[in-house]
């Protein structure tokens, strides 16, 4: 009987990878591979967020076709989020491999290749995917190619309108594509361009989070720590399931950490070091939004989160949320029932929450206090809101208790 399928846990540093179960999308892309050797040309998307695995999928199958019989030639790139405003960007690194035969048929000078800011006409544009049409025709005359583009939503528009032109007219070739997508982050992609990569003639894989049993096995498995449920969970929804996030806390965290009882888990070094970097540029208001919602948390309403920002102007503010969405930091989700802004990390609000100075965290608090009209909540904004004892706080908390006990809460 075969394994429940299970995700792709990525690793980074010197330690061995760990794969949790036998996870079907190695051979889904060994059986499309396969194919191509046929004479087939196939796509395949990995979608999933960051974090989730799609790099770590996308060497361990590099990893694999090496080692068989029979390597295919491989061309690869990586997008950028700062190479992305470069035009031919990541062209310019899957034409690395010689020979290079232009469209017209002679040979080229790759270091000729420009790469810059200036937007390119279509018939340049046209040249290159025609230069790149026949690089592929031309390798694969002698063994499979294998194109895999990591994180293609990072990837440069002029690219990505080349690699487009091509997969439209690259047929009965030994062709096998393989791009990372996390669609969260391709507001930038070309709409075109996006609707042909997630269309139903490219085959899809998506990478899901790790769950409770999942997150027991990888600690287990590469950290040698038996984690209880209670504390898996707890991970996990610390997390959202993230593979990255919990490899970085397991490995930083001391062991003891997960045999004891913890209200909450920090944020990651990496996570720290990320938040930090955005919110030495972030402007006054976005800083203001960003430490509300950290304190508030995330069910928090826009009116509750105006309140203890400061922030009530409306387009003030939707201009902090709108430059928190640019610097991925946070989000703003609207629905029919309600709206919420989202950390795109969820450990993210820990990381603005330690920033903040003991007096910010004691002011912001007692504005909290005023705001949200849950009574619990409120208590709780109270006390963190309260550098020392306090008898008539005391009192409130003590009725309040006895009222949830005789209501059976």
Not at 25 to 36: F, K, M, N, P
Not at 330 to 355: C, D, H, W
């Amino acid at each position: 009987m075969s394994q429940s399928p299970q995700p792709i846990v990525p690793t980074h540093g010197t330690m061995h990878r760990v794969l949790i179960g036998l996870d079907p999308a190695l051979e889904r892309l060994g059986d499309l591979l396969r194919d191509s050797r046929r004479g087939r040309v196939n796509t395949v998307v990995i979608n999933g967020e960051s974090g989730m695995g799609k790099t770590s999928l996308i060497s361990e199958f590099l990893t694999h076709v090496r080692n068989g019989a029979r390597p295919p030639r491989i061309l690869r790139a990586q997008g950028d989020q700062w190479e992305a405003q470069l035009q031919l960007a990541g062209y310019s690194q899957l034409i690395m491999t010689s020979p290079l035969r232009s469209g017209k048929g002679y040979d080229i000078d790759i270091a000729q290749t420009p790469v810059g800011s200036q937007a390119l006409s279509p018939d340049r544009l046209m040249n290159h995917a025609a230069t790149l049409g026949t690089h592929l025709e031309s390798l694969q005359d002698r063994s499979p190619v294998l194109v895999v583009i990591d994180d293609a939503h990072w990837i440069d528009e002029a690219s990505l309108r080349i690699l487009s032109f091509v997969l439209r007219r690259l047929h009965a070739k030994k062709v096998m594509f393989v791009l990372a997508l996390d669609r969260k982050q391709a507001q930038g992609m070309p709409a075109t361009v996006l609707d042909q990569l997630t269309g139903h003639e490219i085959q899809q894989i998506t990478l899901e989070p790790l769950d409770p049993r999942g997150t027991q096995e990888l600690a287990r498995r590469r950290f040698n720590i038996d984690l209880s449920s209670a504390a898996s969970y707890e991970l996990v929804r610390h997390t959202r399931g993230n593979p990255q996030q919990i490899n970085e806390l397991l490995r930083e965290m001391p062991p003891d950490t997960w045999y004891s009882w913890f209200p909450d888990l920090p944020p990651s070094s990496r996570v720290r070091a990320r938040v930090g970097s955005i919110m030495a540029a972030a402007s006054e208001d976005l800083t203001q939004v960003a430490e509300a919602v950290a304190l508030l948390g995330e069910d928090s309403s826009l009116t509750e989160i105006a309140e203890v920002c400061g922030i009530t102007d409306q387009a003030r503010m939707l201009a902090a949320l709108d430059e928190g969405h640019r610097a991925d930091l946070l989000t703003l989700e609207l629905n029919q029932a309600s709206s919420q802004v989202k950390f795109f990390e969820p450990s993210a609000a820990g990381a603005i929450y330690e920033r903040m100075l003991p007096s910010r965290r004691v002011e912001l608090h007692h504005r909290a206090s005023r705001a949200v009209s849950d009574e619990s909540r409120r208590l709780g904004h109270l006390v963190s809101s309260a550098p020392s004892a306090n008898p008539e706080l005391a009192a409130r908390l003590e009725a309040f208790a006895t009222e949830q006990a005789a209501q059976g809460a």
